[in-house]
């Protein structure tokens, strides 16, 4: 099938009665039938129609995305908040009796035990009972959603939204990166009484529906959401336990080093964006050129012209500059009736654009070699630790090639991108154990649920100096950051996935080529296969190895020369 563009794709609302039918329909032939021809050719039916319901909220929420004022996916998103719970309770009756089929042992046989899992993670997270509980969580997350794509600061005499407020809160000038900071807390001290309301709501639902499913909390609910099938809770806590070990004591040399280089006696809050005194090594191309540099940098990577990249562009499925009425948000999102991803971001012009195009780059390469790994929509693509692993993999593999952002300043960039990293492992960890203590302890105050993240602070970030800032010092910092109330327990992901892809990173240095192909194995899998599962084919090692952390942080902080 020829590509389309983009701005072809008419978007129409899924039929949810459509779709009921075919899920009866199905399950009816899963019930009775033995011919393994007819249930797999009902299952195709049924795959076919998820698709079409997938690719149409995918598109929903892009549309929605590129402008929020538009009134009309605004409805669209409200339609989907309402039906995708009774989508996924038709999904999970469907596979419900896909379990239950007497010829089971040959359909796993026939598709592999992956689609199986996930069944049973349907089955276990959902029940026509919390229907009207997920309509709420849905509403929830996107009010929040709204509030922070409606955020206007003002600032400097000009109105701005929070992403176009990144230059200015790594600036040069510290009196700027001050002012900057407190316009940002301003903003969220204003808001915040709207804030905890929404999370407040949140936990209440979450934990009223993990109950309603059998849970002792949303901790259980959120692991099986999640679909963790081969770790636990417990090795989570451990893994973060290895991360204030040993790469905490690295992050406290960082801040020293860098109140050094700031030639500053005390590194303050509004200082910690800004780790050079000359500046953050910013792209030494303009905005508008960035998908030009990216495509000639992937064309070199994986020696292939076009690049995945290049095409994407040429077709629309790209998005990336920032601007008024846009989503604040960065992300990959596959249209999978045309098994094709589309990229978003919001480039501000800092150094932190290059890493996030990459990024979001490296889910789409994933998704474009995944797409035929499996008959179902579930198992193309990996569990989202996985998924994490395509994405930040890839920037540590585009190292050789920076120069075609940075110029001179691609050593600079590395060096900066690596000290992030290492300053982004206890914080992504603090995000993990603040949400675990939240839903453990669903009836704590917001008094209380700020002072669990201020001791969180002082455990993670122990060089925290928040100069009497009091939005800071009151431990309400946790409202900014948007997976807490959108995608709970997910953040630690990325803190794994950091983990392996630092791994590729080590073995790039050495041979690259095997770097790009253990990477590429691992993009290939899809969802066939559980986390450690894909790493086992892909010949890495697991992140919860106490030894593994620990070469991890003695490789980066030799490379840093910590």
């Not at 050079?276 to 030494?284: H, I, Q, T, W, Y």
């Not at 604040?328 to 890493?355: E, H, K």
């Not at 309400?476 to 996935?497: E, R």
Request: proline content about 4%; aromatic content about 12%; charged content about 30%.
């Amino acid at each position: 099938m020829e590509m389309p563009q983009y701005s072809d794709l008419e978007y129409e609302r899924p039929s949810v009665d459509e779709y009921r039918e075919c899920a009866m329909r199905t399950k009816l032939r899963l019930m009775t039938s033995k011919d393994i021809v007819l249930v797999e050719a009902s299952l195709a039916e049924f795959q076919k129609l998820l698709s079409k319901y997938d690719t149409a909220q995918a598109l929903c929420n892009i549309r929605h995305d590129q402008d929020t004022s538009d009134p009309y996916f605004t409805d669209e998103l409200t339609f989907f908040e309402e039906n995708n719970p009774v989508v996924y309770d038709l999904t999970s009756t469907v596979y419900t009796s896909l379990l239950n089929s007497e010829i089971a042992p040959l359909l796993m046989e026939r598709f592999g035990r992956m689609i199986f899992l996930k069944a049973k993670t349907r089955r276990d997270t959902i029940s026509s009972e919390v229907i009207e509980e997920l309509t709420e969580e849905a509403a929830l997350e996107n009010r929040y959603n709204q509030m922070l794509s409606e955020a206007r600061i003002e600032f400097g005499g000009n109105i701005y939204n929070l992403s176009m407020m990144g230059p200015f809160l790594e600036s040069t000038n510290r009196e700027e990166r001050k002012r900057a900071a407190h316009a940002v807390s301003d903003y969220y001290t204003r808001e915040l009484n709207q804030f905890n309301e929404i999370f407040e709501d949140m936990v209440r639902i979450r934990t009223s529906i993990a109950h309603k499913l059998s849970f002792p909390s949303f901790v259980e609910l959120g692991y099986k959401r999640m679909e963790r099938y081969d770790y636990t809770p417990e090795e989570v806590d451990e893994f973060r336990q290895s991360i204030q070990r040993y790469i905490v004591p690295l992050t406290i040399e960082i801040r020293r080093l860098q109140k050094k280089r700031l030639n500053t006696d005390e590194l303050k809050y509004y200082d910690l964006p800004c780790l050079f005194e000359k500046g953050n090594p910013r792209p030494a191309v303009e905005m508008k050129d960035y998908e030009r540099c990216v495509g000639e940098l992937f064309r070199a990577l994986f020696e292939k012209d076009p690049s995945f990249y290049d095409v994407l562009k040429e077709h629309g499925f790209t998005d990336i500059e920032t601007r008024e009425k846009k989503a604040t948000d960065g992300y990959c999102s596959t249209l999978s009736d045309y098994g094709i991803p589309f990229v978003f971001m919001n480039a501000n012009g800092t150094f932190d654009d290059v890493s996030t195009l990459i990024h979001e780059s490296g889910h789409a390469y994933a998704a474009i070699r995944g797409v035929d790994s499996s008959p179902f929509i579930e198992c193309q693509s990996p569990t989202f630790e996985t998924c994490e692993i395509h994405s930040t993999a890839l920037e540590y593999l585009s190292y050789p090639y920076l120069e075609v952002f940075f110029k001179g300043k691609a050593v600079a960039f590395r060096e900066m991108h690596l000290t992030e990293t290492l300053l982004f492992l206890p914080y992504g960890c603090m995000v993990d154990e603040f949400q675990h203590r939240i839903y453990r302890e669903p009836d704590l105050s917001r008094s209380q649920r700020h002072s669990v993240w201020k001791a969180l602070e002082d455990k993670y970030q122990p060089f925290l100096d928040y100069d009497g800032n009091e939005f800071y010092e009151s431990g309400a910092a946790w409202v900014k950051k948007g997976h807490i109330f959108t995608s709970p327990f997910y953040y630690i992901d990325y803190c794994l996935a950091q983990i392996v892809a630092l791994q590729l990173w080590d073995i790039s240095r050495k041979n690259p080529q095997e770097a790009l192909a253990k990477y590429d194995r691992v993009c290939r899998e899809g969802g066939n296969k559980t986390f450690r599962e894909i790493l086992s084919v892909a010949g890495l090692e697991s992140p919860f190895s106490v030894d593994v952390v620990k070469r991890i942080a003695y490789i980066t902080s030799e490379f840093l020369g910590l």
